[in-house]
């Protein structure tokens, strides 16, 4: 069905969009087994997608995003000297030599409470009630809390010599006015969404999310909480890689299945333009008879099919369809495939998309729990599962073999092991490089 009621085409028509004029950059050349590394692969991928523009975002909105913007504070935090405790605000000379076997009474002249404005001077020989947060007024230069004094209202009774400047926070103490606080490219948190709330920041300018488009295709397919049929199978890539990219902070628009009819498929990833600024298919683009990924994008847009040398995710493409030439990720359709495809080349992708550094995980070590055999030539992404010793050093126990189906394996996971493709063997015991892939 088309998503926004355009018109249904045959097979053989013109697709909704129609491929632009230009084509693809010069691709990558392949090694003699007619297979592109995972480097070249993904810096290709990275070169054809641009950082989406920015725009202004109120902070909430804002989390997860990238800063495009430096922000130099314009307040000071604190804004003023206030109260850390609710007490009395002193003069410290006057309490000079007080303690509890020697106190001393003064009067109190006002309360002050977070809110109200400082007032007028404190003389000296008198004090104020003052709570937390409440300005600190002119005068006073230290908190006595009320826990050491008798409560009074009128006058109180101190049983504590405080220092200068004791249980005050003082203004520009956190963050002066002028000082750097966050920097183009800085991922926002929690954490930097109250600092910037709390210097009045409402808004900030950062990349937006990327509106991620994900279709599974196979005529096997069918939505998982519905009747199967004989030889159908659940739909899991397309909730998986909906899942990974709102993960990475996407706006994930999942559209689930389409069968192997040329037709269905080109109108649904016509449709889907309008809301996408990527998509992400799976299926379809090995060698099968019913390849339809395969033999139907190449008509809305320059497309690169190209055969990696990795396993799994060995068969990949891309296009830049419509004209917008939004870009379009094809992944293979085997479960463990799609997940390692994402992995190695969507996430670098998206990061890209929304201005986030490192674009590629940082890659850690563990000593391998058992001896690892690898085919020459590619590089491997195995599955493990990572565990640390006491004395701090990681072990993975690799698992699942070669098999690209396995989602429970999978599922099981922490950790994908690399092995480089000149590494045919990996002896128990030796160091491997390793992903964590539990952050999700
Ligand atoms: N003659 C050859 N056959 C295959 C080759 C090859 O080089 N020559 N490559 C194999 C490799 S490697 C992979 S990976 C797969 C990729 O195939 P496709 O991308 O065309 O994917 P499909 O054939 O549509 O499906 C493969 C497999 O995955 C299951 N699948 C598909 N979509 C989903 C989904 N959304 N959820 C769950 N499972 C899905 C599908 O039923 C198949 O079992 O090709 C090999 N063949
Ligand atoms: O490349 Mo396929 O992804 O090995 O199973």
Redesign the pocket.
Known sequence: MGLFRRKKQAADEAPVQTAPERGLPRRPEPNLEGLRSVEDHRDYLLSLVQELPAFGQTILDAVGLSLCEDIIADLDLPRFDNSAMDGYGVHAADLEGVSRGLPRSLPVVRSIAAGDPAGPEVEEGTVVKIMTGAPVPPGVDAVVPYEHTDRGSVTATFLHAPAVGENIRPAGDDIAVGDHIASIGDRLGPRQVGMLAGIGIDQVLVRPRPRVVVISTGSELVQPGLELHEGQIYDSNSFMLAALARSEGAQVFRVGIVSDDPSVVAQTISDQLVRADIILTTGGVSQGDHDVVKAVVPRLGPTDFCRVAM?????QGFALIGEDRTPVIML?G?PV?AFVSFEVFVRPVLRKLMGVQPLVRPVSHALTRTIIRSPLGKTQFQRGVVTSTRDGRRHVAPMGGGG?HKLGDLAQANALVIIPPEVEVIEAGNPVEIWMIDDE
Do not use: A, E
């Not at 396993?311 to 068969?315: A, F, S, V, Y």
């Open positions: 396993q799994p995710g060995k068969p293979p085997n495939s690209s």
